[in-house]
Each structure stands twice: as structure tokens, then as C-alpha cells.
């Protein structure tokens, strides 16, 4: 193991490759303590002392940002723009043709839909950036301090230039990340995106356990740390399972030449829809709650009952209803994005188009057939699977008294333990076409 890691550093192409990619991850944790303009850095510094948990309604963007949003830095928005733009428009190829042309285009195609999200971006950048600089504003950034002067004078101007200003600064930060993401994809190692995104939340690891060991003890802290080694075991162990259907190509003749005949197999991942279904969820969720925060009743004015409702049984994770509730989203979304992501008609005529079959399947509908019921079956197992490691925060914040960024568990372990796999095999990959062994015998 020592001496495949020494290898990856005594190969001058790779060792320049990683160091490109840990020099932007370095300016990306920079940026997020640099605070935006007119942004009262002593006030938000005492804010984030006084709660221990961050707010409700922006629990997966900090958590996406590294902690840089509650912190209103110049990189407050993080990748999550960039995040919820790839979504939107992967879900349009179902609503709009035009996008699923260009996706079937080829490398043309798809270069145009990069150029579509990356517009997207920019404009949920400043969607969200002025969200953020509104709730900043009003003192609702931090709801258990809400009234007292620190965390109601966050920000030092209030005029029309300096909004401008703020919201100017967290898109184009929101830019440059965007442009990180792309530079570490093309001369680094790994995803950029998803490089940046395991950064974000593993830059939170050390403080969420630091806050379990002062306040429940060592013991406590040190169960912590075996249940999430054996969580993160079981994470690879599903992440990497797959049900392998074969496929059989017929032989044809073109020439003197003989093509097809060979053996091959078609790979239905266990969990296909990633953590897509958890944020779905998240987002989803929060809803409720960010419409109970904008109808607040005056001061000395009860509020209405479907507020309080909320209030009571929506606003945190640690309520049965909430936990049910999410856990049945998850499921349903996994569904959904899986139905989405994969067709199986598409599949069986790709299949019947170049001479494949499944062995005992006719080709043509019956093999689509075929194909959508093992998707449904395996991916109910998948479905649970997600439902239950996202619960496994608020799970934690009932027993342990730890924030929602749990990090053993939720969207955290997932893109964690994903990201991690995926940048291993690409060290893997390049060690083997150069030493002709991989990082692992």
C-alpha cells in the first residue's frame, strides 16, 4: 500500500495532477472564510458561537458549502447553484424534446446542455444569493438568536448599492467555483464538482465530532467513530453492488471480417439514483417550513393554526411525522429519478439495433419488459437503503444531541463514500498504464 502511494508520487505527471487539484481545493477552503462586502464579520463570528446547529432551512446548502453560507463569505452559495442547475436540467429531457436531442447529439450535444446549466447557475446564483442577503437582513439567518442586536445587525449597509454589491460578489463566487469544478475535471485528478463537494463536507467532519466529544464525553465520541466505520463498510459494500445482466451479441459478417459474438453484460446498480433522492427530499421538506417563516404574525398576535402545525411537527428532524414523511419522499424520489435516468425501451432497442439478446429473452419488447422488472426490484433494497442512512442524522440528533450535519450518515456519507471510490479508481486506472499495477493488488 506505502509503495503504490509512493508510486503515485514519483510519477511526474500524476504527482503534477494532484498537486493542481490540492492547490484549488486549498483557494476553495480560502474563500469561504473571506467574508463578502459590508458583512459584520465580528457579529456573524458571534452568531455561529452562540448556535450550535445551523438553521433548519439551510442545513444542505451549509453543509454543500462547507459552512461558508451561514458565514455569508464571498463563496456562501458553494456548489449547490451549480448542483440544483444539473438537476433541473437532467429532468427536462423528459419535458422538453429539444434537450433530449442534443443529449443523444453525442459529445455536441451534451457540450450545449453543459452551456445551458452553467446559465442556470449564474441565475440561481443570484436568486439564491439575494434569498440569503434578505433572511441575513431581517435576523431569521439564526432562529434561536433571533431579536438579539448581534445577529440582527449582520450586515452594516442596507442601501441599494451595497445589495447590488453582495449579490454581485456570492454569484460571481458562485461563478468561480463553477470554473474550479471544470479546471480540476480537466488537468486534475477526479470530478472537479464532486472533488469540491467532498471537500465542503469533509471539511466538517472534525468539528461535528469535536462537538459530540464535549458534550456527551469520550465514550460516546468513541462509539461515534465504530458506528460510522461500520456505516461507511456497509455504504461502500451497497454502493458497489450490482445486479449483472448478460448480454449475448450475435455474429455477423461484413467482408472477410467477422464482428459481434462476444459476451457482455448490461450493470443495474443497487442504489442508481445516487443521492439525488435525499436532497429531493430535503428541499422538498423545507418548503413547508420556509412558508411558515414568511407568515409570522405581528408581535402580541397569535399565530394560525396550520403555522403552529408546522412549527411543531415540520420545522425539526427529530419529530416522527417529519422523519416518516422524509423517509417515504426518499423512496418515492428514488423511483422517480431511476425511471427517469434509465429506459429500458431505449436499452432493448439499442440492444436489438447491433444483434444483442438475453439469453432466454426475445429481443424487442419483451426484453424491455424484462429490464423494467429487474429495475423495480432491485431497486426497492436501494430505496430503503437511502431512506435509512438519510435518517441516520436525525436519528443522531435525538440520541446525541448532534446537528442534522451529522456527518456518519445522510447526503454527507453518500457523496463522501461515492467520491471517494470514484477518485481511487481514476489513481488506479493511471497507475496501471504507467507502472502496469494499480494503487491496490
Given at each position: 500500500?506505502?509503495?503504490?502511494?509512493?508510486?503515485?508520487?514519483?510519477?511526474?505527471?500524476?504527482?503534477?495532477?494532484?498537486?493542481?487539484?490540492?492547490?484549488?481545493?486549498?483557494?476553495?477552503?480560502?474563500?469561504?472564510?473571506i467574508?463578502?462586502?459590508?458583512?459584520?464579520f465580528?457579529?456573524?463570528?458571534?452568531?455561529?458561537?452562540?448556535?450550535?446547529?445551523?438553521?433548519?432551512?439551510?442545513?444542505?446548502?451549509?453543509?454543500?458549502?462547507?459552512?461558508?453560507?451561514?458565514?455569508?463569505?464571498?463563496?456562501?452559495?458553494?456548489?449547490?447553484?451549480?448542483?440544483?442547475?444539473?438537476?433541473?436540467?437532467?429532468?427536462?429531457?423528459?419535458?422538453?424534446?429539444?434537450?433530449?436531442?442534443?443529449?443523444?447529439?453525442?459529445?455536441?450535444?451534451?457540450?450545449?446542455?453543459?452551456?445551458?446549466?452553467?446559465y442556470?447557475?449564474?441565475?440561481?446564483?443570484?436568486?439564491?444569493?439575494?434569498?440569503?442577503?434578505?433572511?441575513?437582513?431581517?435576523?431569521?439567518?439564526?432562529?434561536?438568536?433571533?431579536?438579539?442586536?448581534?445577529?440582527?445587525?449582520?450586515i452594516?449597509?442596507?442601501?441599494?448599492?451595497?445589495?447590488?454589491?453582495?449579490?454581485?460578489?456570492?454569484?460571481?463566487?458562485t461563478?468561480?467555483?463553477?470554473?474550479?469544478?471544470?479546471?480540476?475535471?480537466?488537468?486534475?485528478?477526479?470530478?472537479?464538482?464532486?472533488?469540491?463537494?467532498?471537500?465542503?463536507i469533509?471539511?466538517?467532519?472534525?468539528?461535528?465530532?469535536?462537538?459530540?466529544?464535549?458534550s456527551?464525553?469520550?465514550?460516546?465520541?468513541?462509539?461515534?467513530?465504530?458506528?460510522?466505520?461500520?456505516?461507511?463498510?456497509?455504504?461502500?459494500?451497497?454502493?458497489?453492488?450490482?445486479?449483472?445482466?448478460?448480454?449475448?451479441?450475435?455474429?455477423?459478417?461484413?467482408?472477410?471480417?467477422?464482428?459481434?459474438?462476444?459476451?457482455t453484460?448490461?450493470?443495474?446498480?443497487?442504489?442508481?439514483?445516487?443521492?439525488v433522492?435525499?436532497?429531493?427530499?430535503?428541499?422538498?421538506?423545507?418548503?413547508?417550513?420556509?412558508?411558515?417563516?414568511?407568515?409570522?404574525?405581528?408581535?402580541?398576535k397569535?399565530p394560525?393554526?396550520?403555522?403552529?402545525?408546522?412549527?411543531?411537527?415540520?420545522?425539526?428532524?427529530?419529530?416522527?411525522?417529519?422523519?416518516?414523511?422524509?423517509?417515504?419522499?426518499?423512496?418515492?424520489?428514488?423511483?422517480?429519478y431511476?425511471?427517469?435516468?434509465?429506459?429500458?425501451?431505449?436499452?432493448?432497442?439499442?440492444?436489438?439495433?447491433?444483434?444483442?439478446?438475453?439469453?432466454?429473452?426475445?429481443?424487442?419488447?419483451?426484453?424491455?419488459?424484462?429490464?423494467?422488472?429487474?429495475?423495480?426490484?432491485?431497486?426497492?433494497?436501494?430505496?430503503?437503503?437511502?431512506?435509512?442512512?438519510?435518517?441516520?442524522?436525525?436519528?443522531?440528533?435525538?440520541?446525541?444531541?448532534?446537528?442534522?450535519?451529522?456527518p456518519?450518515?445522510?447526503?454527507?456519507?453518500?457523496?463522501?463514500v461515492?467520491?471517494?471510490?470514484?477518485?481511487?479508481?481514476?489513481?488506479?486506472?493511471?497507475?496501471?498504464?504507467?507502472h502496469?499495477?494499480?494503487?491496490?493488488?
Open positions: 500500500m506505502f509503495r503504490a502511494v509512493a508510486r503515485i508520487f514519483r510519477t511526474p505527471d500524476l504527482r503534477k495532477k494532484i498537486g493542481f487539484t490540492l492547490a484549488l481545493i486549498a483557494l476553495f477552503r480560502l474563500g469561504s472564510f467574508p463578502a462586502p459590508f458583512v459584520n465580528g457579529n456573524v463570528q458571534a452568531c455561529l458561537a452562540a448556535n450550535s446547529g445551523t438553521s433548519g432551512l439551510y442545513e444542505l446548502v451549509n453543509l454543500f458549502s462547507g459552512g461558508a453560507l451561514l458565514q455569508l463569505s464571498i463563496f456562501a452559495l458553494g456548489i449547490m447553484p451549480y448542483i440544483t442547475a444539473s438537476i433541473i436540467v437532467q429532468l427536462l429531457r423528459v419535458v422538453i424534446p429539444h434537450f433530449d436531442t442534443l443529449y443523444k447529439e453525442g459529445q455536441s450535444g451534451q457540450a450545449r446542455l453543459t452551456q445551458y446549466t452553467r442556470l447557475t449564474i441565475a440561481l446564483g443570484v436568486l439564491q444569493s439575494t434569498t440569503l442577503i434578505t433572511v441575513a437582513r431581517s435576523g431569521a439567518l439564526f432562529p434561536s438568536s433571533t431579536g438579539t442586536s448581534a445577529c440582527s445587525a449582520l452594516t449597509n442596507s442601501a441599494w448599492y451595497a445589495i447590488l454589491l453582495m449579490v454581485i460578489t456570492m454569484t460571481a463566487g461563478g468561480l467555483i463553477m470554473w474550479m469544478g471544470e479546471l480540476i475535471t480537466e488537468r486534475g485528478i477526479g470530478n472537479g464538482m464532486s472533488i469540491l463537494i467532498f471537500t465542503s469533509a471539511a466538517r467532519f472534525p468539528g461535528s465530532l469535536w462537538a459530540i466529544n464535549q456527551k464525553g469520550f465514550e460516546t465520541f468513541l462509539f461515534v467513530i465504530l458506528m460510522g466505520v461500520v456505516i461507511m463498510g456497509l455504504v461502500v459494500y451497497v454502493e458497489q453492488s450490482q445486479r449483472r445482466i448478460p448480454v449475448q451479441y450475435a455474429k455477423r459478417m461484413v467482408g472477410r471480417r467477422t464482428y459481434g459474438g462476444n459476451n453484460y448490461i450493470p443495474i446498480k443497487v442504489n442508481m439514483a445516487g443521492v433522492p435525499v436532497i429531493f427530499a430535503s428541499s422538498l421538506l423545507y418548503l413547508p417550513a420556509l412558508i411558515a417563516q414568511f407568515n409570522q404574525p405581528a408581535p402580541g397569535a394560525a393554526a396550520w403555522v403552529t402545525w408546522i412549527t411543531d411537527n415540520l420545522r425539526t428532524g427529530d419529530n416522527p411525522l417529519y422523519m416518516a414523511l422524509y423517509f417515504l419522499l426518499i423512496v418515492g424520489f428514488t423511483y422517480f431511476v425511471a427517469i435516468t434509465f429506459n429500458p425501451e431505449e436499452v432493448a432497442d439499442n440492444m436489438k439495433k447491433y444483434g444483442g439478446f438475453i439469453p432466454g429473452i426475445r429481443a424487442g419488447r419483451p426484453t424491455a419488459e424484462y429490464l423494467d422488472y429487474v429495475l423495480t426490484r432491485v431497486t426497492l433494497p436501494g430505496s430503503l437503503y437511502l431512506g435509512l442512512i438519510a435518517l441516520v442524522p436525525l436519528i443522531a440528533l435525538g440520541l446525541f444531541g448532534a446537528n442534522q450535519n451529522f456518519f450518515g445522510g447526503a454527507s456519507i453518500l457523496i463522501i461515492g467520491v471517494g471510490l470514484e477518485t481511487v479508481k481514476q489513481i488506479d486506472s493511471q497507475l496501471q498504464q504507467r502496469y499495477e494499480g494503487l491496490l493488488r
